[in-house]
């Protein structure tokens, strides 16, 4: 039922300040600093052994994935590979029996990550499921695993799964750093606040779509987008251009926002919008150079900001300024602004966003 809303789509957007609280429910609690996933519990000795991490999945799962990478690495101190179910399964990969492979899956039924976690269990490798459907192909097929509580995810673009899938890692990644003591007691304490919090600042950004939607009618002729990033910022660029093409049928391209001087800065002209994730504090005037870039060649600017944020303000056409949490957790939050304005586009161009053209909401095929 989508109740008071026009798609399944924007309801499902709406309604991730929710699905990630269900997703955290008895998992964690800030003030008395403790996290609590039932599937690690379970392997904690296996895991805490494991010499790598390898991370398999497709789509916005992977980009989900590509945040874990950071997380785990950044937190746990664990390397991590994160591969696309497709290509893994069918080059010969090094697996062990030490590595713990983490397969993240809305549907749970997606055939090339099936296929690839046979593999690796074939290798002896532990598997740790990531999946929002109860009872799916992956979650029976792993060794362990935690579920994500979005409730059903109807349209085909991903958006509550992506945001809990990023909840759920970061709790992994969480409980890893608890166990191996990688972290400060403190910053634990810090951060599981922030994640305690952070439906309420998701719920904050939400109140951005008006904004968004006058962005969107404004671009919703453009051919071509650049969504650009860095750090936990990168993953959500791709994440936000995967968003576009799906449902709207521009092409749009996500890239790291220092990658850009080496090839797509030819693109950038006055026709070209560009949409800049720029609320990380630790690379702060490395995007503002990144943005003087682009406006030096006239490309259109729409820049995701901290609230209060001056420097960039002054050189975008627009700023959609969003809520400042820890740089960890800010996937979750600018990920938002950017499916809303997908969403938008899509709809001004008058696309079918539930069911857009060619995609089916599990791959069950490889
Ligand atoms: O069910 P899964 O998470 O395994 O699906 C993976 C991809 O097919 C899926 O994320 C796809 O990319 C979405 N349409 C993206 O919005």
Redesign the pocket.
Known sequence: EKGNFEHFMLKEIYEQPKAIEDSLRGRMNASQGWIKLGGLDEYINRIDKAERFIIT??????HSGMIGEYLLEDLARIPVEVEYASEFRYRNPIIRDNDVVIA???????AD?LAAIELAKERQALIYGIC?VIGSS?ARASHAGSYTHAGPEIG????K??STQVSIITLIALQIAQVKGTIPTSKMREILYELENISKKIEETLLLNDQIKEIAAIYKDANNFLYLGRGYNFPVALEGA??LK?ISYIHAEGYPAAEMKHGPIALIDENMPVVFLATNKSAYEKIVSNVQEVKARKGKIIAVVLKGDTQIAELADHVIEVPETEEILSPLITIVPLQLLAYHIAIMRGCNVDQPRN?A???TVE
């Open positions: 999945a497709c789509g916005t799962s992977w993240i899956s809305q549907s749970g039924e997606t990550t929002n992956i085909v673009a991903s958006t799964a992506f995967l968003k799906e995609l909401k599990s791959v």
